[in-house]
């Protein structure tokens, strides 16, 4: 008598038999794709190398290489000055390039952000899958010219989530834009005499533009430190505590 014997399916270790089906993967992100935001979170997952996509009131805007004069260098000096400012000021988180599941349709991916950290007091929260849910309450975007969409479908996006300080470097326009959300809508603010702007949100929040344009950020920091050393810093921190 023969017997024969079928081995089970998925035990067969030769690589070129099946092992049953495979879930397809899904199709990559592309710049122009109307998606919703599960979606285009599922294919954002499945592109483990891309570094940036942002979903914008259902579209998705694809990253691009990154250079380091107009973005790179940039981006670090506002982290530094933020995240410095986060440092001394309990109660405070920075992050970059984090994303933000703003509402169901928009999913950036902001440049710099700064939130409050009781939640009872923020206008976001960490989920539990470690995104920012909500709206930050200051958000900063390095971009290359009034033409980026920073300062249209994406600002029309923070304005309408609520997120209170909104700040733009037009790096090729070596201009600084800094608005403020006003009656539901964004109004853009000047700095003062002293050419120093300062955030109404985060007390002691100081920023001295024309040395950050500049690439001085021994000056930047210089001014920052004026704010965390003012009293209105202090009295914030307490009210956080």
């Known amino acids: 008598m023969v017997i024969s014997h079928t081995p089970a399916r998925g035990n067969d270790t030769n690589p070129t ?25 599922k294919r954002y997952d499945a592109m483990p190398d891309l570094k940036k996509a942002e979903l914008i009131k259902g579209v998705v805007y694809v990253g691009s290489p990154v250079r380091f004069g ?11 000055w933020l995240g410095t400012y986060a440092a001394f000021t309990e109660g405070v988180r920075h992050g970059g390039n984090a994303t933000v599941r703003l509402d169901w349709d928009t999913e950036p991916q902001p440049d710099a952000l700064l939130r409050l950290d009781p939640e009872d007091r923020a206008g976001s929260r960490v989920s539990a899958d470690d995104y920012v849910e909500g709206a930050p309450e200051l958000v900063a975007e390095v971009s290359s010219s009034t033409v980026s969409y920073d300062l249209h479908d994406k600002m029309d996006a923070y304005r309408t989530a609520g997120v209170k300080e909104y700040l733009v470097w037009r790096v090729e326009d070596q201009e600084f834009d800094w608005f403020l959300l006003r009656d539901g809508e964004y109004v853009r603010i000047s700095p003062g005499p002293d050419g120093v702007y300062e955030s109404s949100t985060f007390p002691g929040l100081r920023l ?34």
């Open 17 to 41: 038999l099946g092992t049953g089906p495979r879930e397809t993967p899904p199709p990559p992100l592309e710049n122009g794709d109307r998606l919703t935001r599960d979606e285009f979170e």
């Open 70 to 80: 107009k973005h790179g260098e940039p981006h670090a000096r506002l982290l530094t």
């Open 208 to 241: 001295a533009v024309a040395a950050l344009l500049a690439g001085d950020m021994a000056r930047v920091m210089g001014e920052l430190q004026k704010g965390l050393d003012a009293a209105e810093h202090a009295e914030f921190v307490a009210s956080l505590a």
